[in-house]
């Protein structure tokens, strides 16, 4: 049987895509090992069952999971995060060191969320056993160091794009779950032949009826977010859309939690938007589909940064698969799949004048123009992003099981 070791800091229960590949891959024969490390994103400190002695090794689904020691990244400040992401990259390197003394594997798929450190426990088996890796880039370093970091110092990015090309270069195929990182990737060296288009795709629960209790919603035109509430997603931006359209009878739903979440609610406070912005805070993955299907239009936003514009965020995915309108305040490959597929409007990034007259044009439509929006993304989507579409791809790089 076909062994393959996925390499991710993130792990079940955490809430990613490692999970779909890793069980995905089991469920069609393979023999799949995770080596991870103990959960604790986004809350920032370890999960109740899990510790230095509790559930280190485990089996789920089938799956072996291997949990190393991390430091928690805590309230997610600069040097938690630091010491959460270096701690987890030299303590898995180290495991992957003695099991690579033990064990073979057929490959090594790395889940490259970020830093680009994560890939380090993937090279020990290259080096030691000649393992192929397969790296999932799904964060540009050291470009996301500078936009989301704030770092500047030509030295830190220096290293950081020398650990970049260093991981490129050792890679059997480099996995891009945008294609616009191809532009960065290959100003990096010549990587073409390795490049393959694996882009993200929205989880089971999306296209499932939800039958999960949420909270009664502000009646009105309900416009809707979930997922991180982080410096990325530019809630500055939509709240100045907020005060434009303060009296057009707009509900902003934003359901999630992160490090903009406090900002948010003093700004709701200080201008008085109580009754335009509304935070019920964090919910699991398995009651978002009852959220949205309260929701009349579906939105995203990212900063004005070259760096994101690059990126193609999951949740526009996940926001096809539900079947709903979108509209964005994002700039590059979103918002040319936006367009692409129908199912929304779009407004350059941190353009928050544009964004609240998109929405006044999305008021104006009748509910079956909107409804034909989101049945055009759904459509989209079944063409394009489902899981098993998308693993697909992956199985066909990889050795038959």
Known sequence: MTKILLVTQYFHPENFKSNDVAFELSRRGYDVTVLTGLPNYPEGKVYKGYGVFRKRKEIINGVKVYRTFVIPR?????????????????????WAFFMALSRRYDAVVVHETSPVTQGFPALIFKWLRGTPIYFWVLDLWPESLQAAGGISNRH??????????????????????????????????????????????????????????IPALPKGFRLMFAGNIGESQDMESIAEAALILKDTGVKIIIVGDGRKKRWLEEYILSHELSDVIFLPGRYPLSAVPAFFSQADVLFLSLKNDYIFSLTVPAKLQAYMAAGKPVIAMIDGEARTLI??????????????????????????????????????????????????????TLCSLLPSP
Not at 179 to 208: H, Q, T
Not at 344 to 373: H, I, K, N, T, W
């Open 156 to 213: 830190v990015l220096s290293f950081f794009t020398w650990v970049t090309c260093l991981m490129y270069r050792n890679s059997e195929k480099i996995l891009i779950s945008s294609r616009g990182f191809r532009e960065s990737i290959l100003e990096k060296g010549d990587f073409e032949s390795k490049l393959v288009y694996f882009p993200n795709w929205a989880e089971d629960v999306f296209s499932d009826t939800c039958r999960e209790d």
């Open 339 to 392: 367009s692409e597929s129908g199912c929304g409007l779009s407004c350059p990034a941190g353009d928050y004048v544009g964004f609240a007259g998109r929405v006044r044009e999305l008021m104006s439509m009748s509910p079956s123009q909107r409804s034909a929006m989101g049945k055009r993304g759904r459509s989209y989507f079944e063409q394009n992003f489902t899981k098993a579409r998308c693993l697909d």
């Open 74 to 94: 805590g309230r997610g400040g600069a040097l938690m995060l630091s010491l959460n992401y270096l701690s987890w990259a030299f303590i898995a390197s180290v």
